[in-house]
């Protein structure tokens, strides 16, 4: 008796589990779909945006060398030492962060032995603690003062020419033409093309077709 009650609950214990699950999938089958398409056209494509502006634009030459307390010591090919003059000043990367320094000395002759040429960048007299023997240095060797530059993966190729996607007052999405000038490892020198105060699309460009609509994701990079 005890036993066929037992089964007798085990039944409807399975019975009521495989009439729960279809429940929850009749429930999915009936649920809205979702096109992602629908998405766009209504609320528009989802995009990251730089407002274009005025800086200065920094060209740095990324060196390593032999530190210590007071200074670090970099062996530089003549192409590089070309570009350093005594007190450009210097970013100095540590085990406890970004430094700042100052190109101090520049060997007029190559090392006889390697053929490179000697640099020192002094640390900064508010950082004396030690640092490891091996110190990546990055020269300030050049600076365009107040261009108009923005980053260079807002930039896109056709046919040899270069553009980027502007974004309107009404949010549309409006390809531009561009003349480039000088171009750092992050950001590139606008020479014709753009207006200061404009915003690039900097990130979802690829999906976007002339005229649709774009919507901002996130607050604009700087």
Avoid: C
Wanted: proline share 2%; net charge positive.
């Amino acid at each position: 008796m005890i036993r066929a009650i037992f089964y007798i609950g085990l039944v409807v214990l399975i019975a009521a589990s495989v009439n729960w699950k279809i429940g929850v999938i009749k429930e999915k089958r009936n649920a809205p779909t979702i096109s992602i398409a629908n998405e766009h056209k209504k609320f528009g494509k989802p995009v990251e945006t730089f407002q274009v502006k005025t800086d200065d634009l920094k060209f740095f030459e990324r060196v390593t060398g032999q530190g210590n307390q007071e200074e670090v010591e970099l062996m530089v090919s003549k192409i590089q030492w070309q570009k350093i003059i005594a007190f450009q000043e210097a970013r100095v990367f540590t085990d406890r962060g970004v430094e700042e320094g100052k190109v101090v000395y520049k060997s007029s002759r190559p090392d006889t032995n390697t053929g490179l040429y000697k640099v020192l960048v002094k640390r900064s007299s508010a950082s004396k603690a030690e640092m490891a023997k091996n110190v990546v240095v990055d020269i300030n060797t050049k600076t365009l003062k107040n261009i108009v530059m923005i980053p260079s993966t807002s930039i896109k190729q056709i046919d040899k020419k270069s553009f980027v996607w502007v974004l309107t007052d009404d949010g549309k999405a409006v390809k531009r033409f561009i003349k480039k000038g000088e171009e750092s490892q992050l950001y590139v020198e606008i020479v014709e093309g753009l207006s200061i105060g404009e915003k690039l699309i900097v990130r979802g460009a690829s999906s976007l077709n002339k005229g649709d609509v774009a919507r901002i994701v996130t607050g604009e990079q700087k």
